[in-house]
């Protein structure tokens, strides 16, 4: 079998999904708008053949229905004769692109030509196979846009068939209903910017406020110099570099030390007007937690949402950044205090951020947090100014 990779895109917004379109249980016919035309010309040709006593004209209009069942007969066949295999989807970000990757099959001794169709309500994939010879495999790739984070259920993959004459589909769920995870939107992080500035404000115990890089007096491990930046050790300036540049230069190394990370997110909503605060949030959180899963050191990362009993921790890699944030994509507004399994925050390591994102500024869960745990944590809410921060809206 030959495998062709065969890329398409299908974007829709929220509303213009047709929930009720193609909701398969097992199968069904149903007619075209082309094939709803020409049944209603040969119902006419009928009608006007057998009123007038013309011969021809009745005889064309059975032809014309005759044509609609057999364009229906060939449509089953060929849906029948084909097979499809949905990849494994991991959880996406809303806002942003998303794929569905799936291996279609012709099993049939024919050709065969058919369109692959799932929709939920935050995305809908149409993709159009042509010509599938016999025996062939293609492996197809649809593209959509989430608009919104949460947990959707889809409709069965269906495999469509419209041949010959696309007078009558016929519709076969080859793949049963599925889950689309939808992570919350990602804003822009500056990792360097960040680390420097929990270095600055404690980052949750006196042990964070001594600057990550390594201080080294080998050449091997200085990459090189460059402008200094605030939290910057005064032990890296490079004072003859200083000199001729007439600025503050320090040195660079390759070596970093790995600083673990310990997030606790707090959606707090008192009324339904909070909400947008909660959504904000919660984007502030996803994008801290995935800036974290992509730097250079692999350290120790750990999720804790308010109001869900279970967290999440692992080493910082894309993969388990993908699997904790989908705690993010089901958390629901909170009120009040709401229980955090303390247990989880304190077996942590001293090299550690604790950082508290929180829709309401000053929340009072961080003193909590400091009373239950010995150690301070660095509130952050988004209604507060942050350099190293930009959200969706002005990420571009």
Same mark, same amino acid.
Request: proline share 4%.
């Given at each position: 079998m030959s495998n062709v990779a065969v890329s398409l895109t299908s974007n829709a917004s929220n509303s213009e999904i047709p929930h009720s379109d193609f909701r398969i249980s097992n199968f069904h016919w149903r007619p075209t708008r082309e094939g709803v035309l020409w049944i209603a010309a040969a119902l &006419? /040709? =009928? =009608? &006007? #053949?057998?009123?007038k =006593? @013309?011969? *021809? *004209? @009745?005889? *064309? #209009?059975y032809v014309m229905v005759a044509l609609v069942g057999i364009n229906a007969w060939l449509a089953r066949r060929s849906a029948y004769g084909v097979r499809i295999q949905r990849a494994r989807g991991e959880p996406v970000f809303a806002g942003s692109e998303a794929a569905r990757h799936v291996a279609v099959t012709n099993t049939a001794r024919h050709n065969a030509s058919v369109t692959v169709m799932e929709i939920s309500e935050t995305h809908r994939v149409e993709v159009f196979v042509p010509v599938l010879a016999p025996g062939e495999s293609r492996n197809v790739t649809a593209t959509f846009h989430p608009t919104r984070r949460g947990r959707y259920e889809t409709t069965p993959m269906s495999v469509i068939a #419209?041949?010959?004459f696309g007078l009558v589909n016929y519709a076969v769920a080859a793949e049963p209903a599925d889950t689309i995870v939808v992570l919350p939107r990602l804003g822009t992080v500056d990792g360097a910017m960040l680390r420097r500035w929990l270095i600055r404000v404690g980052a949750g115990d006196n042990f964070s406020r001594r600057p990550v890089r390594r201080q080294s007096t080998q050449a091997a491990d200085v990459r090189g110099v460059r402008a200094y930046r605030p939290g910057d050790s005064p032990r890296d300036i490079h004072w003859r570099t200083t000199a001729k540049q007439g600025e503050l230069m320090v040195r660079e190394y390759d070596s970093v030390e790995p600083l673990d990370l310990l997030l606790v997110v707090e959606p707090y909503a008192a009324t339904d007007a909070d909400r947008d605060a909660v959504e904000a949030t919660l984007e502030l959180a996803a994008s801290v937690f995935w800036s974290w899963c992509h730097g250079e050191e692999t350290p120790e990362a750990t999720l804790v949402v308010a109001g869900m009993t279970e967290s999440r921790t692992g080493r910082a890699t894309e993969g388990f950044g993908r699997a904790a944030l &989908? /705690?993010?994509a089901e958390a629901q507004p909170v009120s009040g205090l709401a229980p955090i399994a303390i247990e989880t925050l304190r077996r942590r390591s001293n090299r550690c951020a604790r950082i508290l994102v929180s829709s309401r500024p000053d929340s009072p869960l961080a003193t909590e947090l400091r009373d239950k745990t010995g150690v301070p944590f660095v509130t952050v809410d988004p209604a507060r100014p942050m350099a190293w921060y930009r959200q969706p809206d002005d990420a571009g």
């Open positions: &006419a /040709m =009928l =009608l &006007a #053949g057998s009123f =006593l @013309i011969n *021809l *004209l @009745i005889l *064309l #209009g #419209g041949y010959p &989908a /705690m993010l």
